[in-house]
């Protein structure tokens, strides 16, 4: 049966409660136990599939079909554990579940609350899958004190009173701030939130500080003393040059012998973390650097591509250099000339995106890199950027665009190769979907196959000819266009299953131009980087000589 931790925060939001929590599975691994990690989010929304990516960040979606907060995508690049539809949930689905049951008359016609039938459905949810794992890590979203989270607070005091002794620790993240004008650390804001869990029945066993210094002696006693925790519980979390340094310099602060005695386990095994510190070496001490211009819609906020900068990261160690990401609003494009933006980088990316805002500048970036023969990877919606322009431009096709914008605009001004999808094979059965249908969850969501043709490029770089990817999307590439673009020398060289789906685009005659329909930055790790990314960086390094 698993150990819980569950990891709260206060004080302030973006502490990197999900940062620790992964860095912590990673420890965790590391000393050789196995470790699942979960998101449990206040917010009403039933997921973040339909939330703008200027509220939320990007959407990171697991293999069986999931739309979920990117702390997700940090538990599994950090422990390479693939996250699961009952890794994460919201307030919304939480009480989704409880009222569909009501309605079903499941509760017998009693009076549903808060306590105990919105508490029960969240200890519910904690337990799935607890006989499966050695460790449990829970993250709660937002900050104590939040009105919105007390249920989720209720719910653990709940479930820690339930489960033996020694089952469950409680890990709060609190920030400690620095006032330069005294060159003080201030505990006083620490000592009020840890106040606050007391007042709710939950005590922490363990303090993760967020400093910009180091705490001295005097300061981690006063907050062990008066936040009733022992001061090696005390455990500082500093600013670090790479998030993944973050496992091994939490060991050498003691976060996880601090929860090890927590739960009272001895003997333990001392952690194997020489890839962590291969990690941090290639990150240190880069053999070069690569620009990559990055061409997207939502670049003003890089949460909304947190994956894809992650997965560049990745790409960057695999072939040991730096690689310096460029955001460029693709926007800007639609109104002057690419050129001067995109002629000294090494390497272009488009990434995905909903509506037509901005996609004439993806399309221009997708003939920039196609005619200067500039290394260009399209995901998802870049994909579909590309076949739009090579339609256009070497096919003639003057109207080529998407069923996307028409719908948006309210009326017909292309032709439609990009479609909506109205069918599509998940496993043994056929989805269906109309336009009219509502937007949360109905997406072609989750992992699907792909075969690859062989002596292609991208089967060379995956080293197959079958492929499992994650899909994002309801539009669709036309494949009925294949015959116009392989005329143009573009071919689509992987497909679904069978054979109506385009999955996959390549230039042969090209130095390195690929197109995705699916989402590959979502299984890139910092240990097992992405085959696409790592190849890609590779050729961003061929054209830096170049240049």
């Not at 000819?465 to 992987?494: M, N, P, W």
Request: aromatic letters at 8%; a negative charge; charged letters at 25%.
């Amino acid at each position: 049966m698993a150990r819980f931790v569950f990891i709260t925060g206060g004080v302030v939001s973006s502490l990197g409660k999900g940062l620790t929590a992964a860095a912590l599975g990673a420890l965790l691994q590391a000393r050789g136990y196995s470790v699942r990690l979960r998101k449990l989010d206040p917010y009403l929304n039933v997921d973040p599939g339909t939330m703008s990516p200027f509220e939320h960040g990007e959407v990171y979606v697991t293999d069986d079909g999931a739309e979920t907060d990117l702390d997700l995508g940090h538990y599994e690049r950090f422990t390479g554990v693939a996250a699961r539809r009952t890794d994460s949930v919201s307030s919304g689905r939480i009480y989704q579940t409880v009222l569909e049951r009501e309605r079903r008359g499941d509760y017998l016609g009693r009076t549903i609350q808060v306590i105990p039938h919105v508490t029960d459905q969240i200890k519910d949810f904690i337990a799935i899958g607890e006989d499966e794992v050695d460790f449990m890590l829970c993250e709660i979203g937002g900050t104590v004190g939040d009105i919105e989270g007390l249920p989720f607070f209720e719910a653990i005091r709940q479930f820690i009173q339930s489960r033996a002794r020694g089952q469950c620790v409680l890990m709060h993240l609190t920030l400690l701030p620095y006032i330069a004008a005294s060159g003080e650390l201030k505990t006083k804001p620490t000592q009020h939130s840890v106040k606050e869990l007391r007042s709710i029945g939950l005590m922490p066993d363990v303090l993760v500080c967020r400093t910009e210094h180091e705490i001295p002696e005097r300061e981690r006693a006063k907050i062990a003393l008066f936040c009733n925790v022992r001061p090696e519980a005390v455990v500082p979390a500093r600013d670090l040059g790479s998030i993944y340094e973050a496992p091994v310099a939490f060991h050498a602060a003691g976060l996880d012998q601090a929860i090890i005695d927590a739960f009272g386990i001895s003997p333990v095994p001392r952690p194997e973390l020489s890839p962590w510190e291969g990690v941090m070496d290639a990150i240190r001490h880069p053999d070069g650097e690569v620009q990559v211009g990055i061409v997207g819609k939502y670049t003003r906020l890089e949460d909304a591509y947190k994956s894809i900068a992650e997965a560049l990261t990745h790409g960057g160690i695999a072939n040991r250099v730096r690689v310096e990401a460029q955001w460029i609003d693709a926007e800007i494009f639609e109104r002057e000339d690419p050129a001067p933006y995109l002629e000294n980088l090494n390497a272009i990316l488009v990434p995905g995106g909903f509506g037509e805002r901005g996609t004439e500048g993806m399309i221009r970036a997708a003939q920039f890199a196609r005619e200067r023969k500039v290394p260009y990877l399209g995901i998802c919606l870049g994909m579909q950027m590309a076949v739009i322009e090579a339609l256009r431009n070497l096919a003639g096709l003057a109207r080529a665009g998407s069923e996307e914008f028409d719908v948006e605009a309210g009326e017909k001004r292309y032709e439609h190769v990009v479609y909506h999808m109205k069918q599509w094979v998940s496993g043994n059965e056929t989805v269906r979907r109309e336009l009219e249908d509502a937007k949360g969850g109905t997406m072609r969501l989750g992992a699907y196959r792909a075969l690859l043709r062989p002596g292609s490029r991208v089967a060379s770089i995956y080293g197959s000819t079958e492929i499992s990817e994650r899909h994002r999307h309801r539009f669709e590439v036309d494949i009925s266009y294949r015959d116009r673009l392989e005329a143009h020398g573009i071919v689509f060289s992987g497909l679904s299953p069978d054979g109506k789906l385009p999955e996959i685009l390549e230039i042969p005659d090209h130095p390195w131009f690929i197109g995705v329909q699916f989402h590959p930055e979502l299984q890139s790790r910092p240990l097992a980087p992405h085959p696409l990314f790592a190849d890609f960086v590779r050729a961003a390094v061929e054209q830096s000589r170049l240049v």
